[in-house]
């Protein structure tokens, strides 16, 4: 409007007017100016907008050596149809009002190796208004995992968070919605089980679907770190979720039910302290009572099909309950065992000779040392005439996937558990395959032919 009036006023045309006419112009030329300046700033203030806030789910796995957020599902607000890991970056922070985590494993970025559009729960679709980022893990990759191991308290849930920008748009995501954790979702993790007044323990159990027969059951107990009232600590602490995978559902037919229960404290907790085996724990009886309602609660259970092992506190505990009730277990698997020999009588040998039994084990374990427990007590069981015990004895605890060295990089000796979970354990004590009906066999494959 200012530019039309002022093109009348330069115009040749326009010179013969009035002094009037130009007076009674040039107000209007002020007023219109005003008008459009007031116009342009309501423009400005409405057009504006406010800093995006993005709102992200994590996803949560179970590895070898234990858990880790290794995706990130990003809320978009709008339908895109491809998605460049490379526009992204991400820090994480890790606090607890627990423990104090040490200032290495704090804070630090994650990498962003892959990217995909997926809908709300990370599944890739074609166009969508989502992104996933897939997120490097690795052993030695504090900094991934949303629990952290704190000395007299076990492993625990931390506060985890992540701040994801897009360094082309400037938008950032820093608002968690939500968690996905594949395995453990497949899992009931609401049980409770009240023993007597001073005992009450909770449990995860996973039951399979569409059952025409009945199926075995899986009794999976943790080791020492992943006591306390949250099922889903033993879950991913050693990756026990796994039993409830394709890979080893399939192998028991229709597939088999999971039970996972959880000490309050740990299994090896006595009267007066911890126990291998000299004095009784105070959870064995509780635990049987739990396992024996279990099964009567689903009569889907195969009774002849029952299953136990544990790892650590948990294979003491597998190996316990086997002690005390030689005839109800059809096989025990049981990895890195702390219940010391010594406290295993000739009498009690004679008892569980005829159990089916899988060890799992490795020579550098410092934590539970095979030359006081695994190795004395496989030969006993031999001497004794056990035709069903296998041994996986191991020189080291290695990394079986090959992505971090392959043999060449060592864990711990004490998490032997890693071949039971994976079900990779596949030698005896000579390191000769295991055979069943003349063909090699994995530890869950051998599980899965057992019955009383």
Request: with cysteine.
């Amino acid at each position: 409007m200012i530019g039309y009036l002022l093109s009348l006023t330069l115009n040749p045309k326009f010179r013969p007017m009035k002094k009037l006419k130009l007076l009674l112009i040039l107000p209007l030329l002020a007023w219109t100016f005003f008008l459009d300046a007031k116009a342009l700033t309501v423009g400005t203030e409405t057009e504006s907008v406010a800093p995006f806030a993005g709102e992200y789910k994590l996803v949560v796995e179970g590895f070898d050596w234990g858990p880790a957020v290794n995706k990130v599902v990003l809320s978009l607000g709008e339908t895109v149809t491809s998605a460049d890991a490379s526009d992204f970056s991400i820090t994480a922070t890790r606090k607890s009002d627990k423990g104090e985590i040490p200032a290495a494993n704090a804070s630090g970025a994650r990498s962003v190796v892959y990217s995909y559009v997926s809908d709300a729960n990370g599944a890739r679709v074609e166009s969508g208004d989502h992104v996933t980022l897939v997120l490097a893990v690795s052993p030695n990759q504090a900094i991934g995992s949303p629990i952290q191991y704190f000395p007299r308290l076990g492993n625990v849930w931390i506060d985890y968070k992540l701040q994801v920008t897009n360094t082309k748009t400037g938008k950032v995501w820093d608002t968690e919605s939500g968690r996905i954790m594949p395995l453990v979702d497949k899992f009931d993790l609401t049980g409770k089980y009240k023993y007597n007044d001073n005992l009450t323990m909770a449990y995860a159990s996973y039951s399979p679907d569409g059952l025409q027969e009945k199926a075995p059951l899986i009794i999976w107990l943790h080791g020492g770190g992943e006591g306390g009232t949250d099922p889903t600590i033993p879950l991913l602490g050693n990756r026990a979720a796994n039993y409830a995978s394709d890979e080893i559902q399939m192998l028991f037919g229709e597939g088999a039910f999971v039970l996972v229960p959880q000490a309050p404290t740990f299994w090896m907790q006595g009267p007066d302290g911890m126990t291998r085996g000299q004095t009784n724990d105070i959870y064995n009886e509780g635990l049987m009572a739990l396992i024996k309602d279990y099964v009567a609660s689903n009569p889907k259970i195969d009774a002849s099909r029952i299953y136990v092992g544990g790892c650590s506190n948990g294979g003491y505990m597998s190996l316990k309950l086997i002690l005390e009730h030689p005839d109800y277990f059809a096989a025990g698997y049981i990895s890195a065992l702390a219940y010391s020999n010594e406290f295993v009588s000739d009498a009690q040998i004679q008892k569980i000779k005829n159990v089916p039994m899988w060890f799992v084990h490795s020579k550098d374990d410092n934590t539970t040392k095979s030359e006081e427990t695994v190795v004395p007590l496989y030969e006993r069981l031999k001497k004794a005439g056990a035709k069903d015990v296998i041994f996986s004895y191991y020189d080291h605890v290695t990394d079986i996937t090959g992505f971090y060295g392959g043999k060449d990089y060592r864990y711990p000796g004490h998490w032997s558990w890693i071949y039971s979970h994976a079900n990779v354990a596949r030698t005896d004590f000579d390191g000769s395959p295991v055979l069943l009906d003349g063909r090699p066999v994995s530890i869950m494959e051998w599980m899965a032919a057992q019955k009383k």
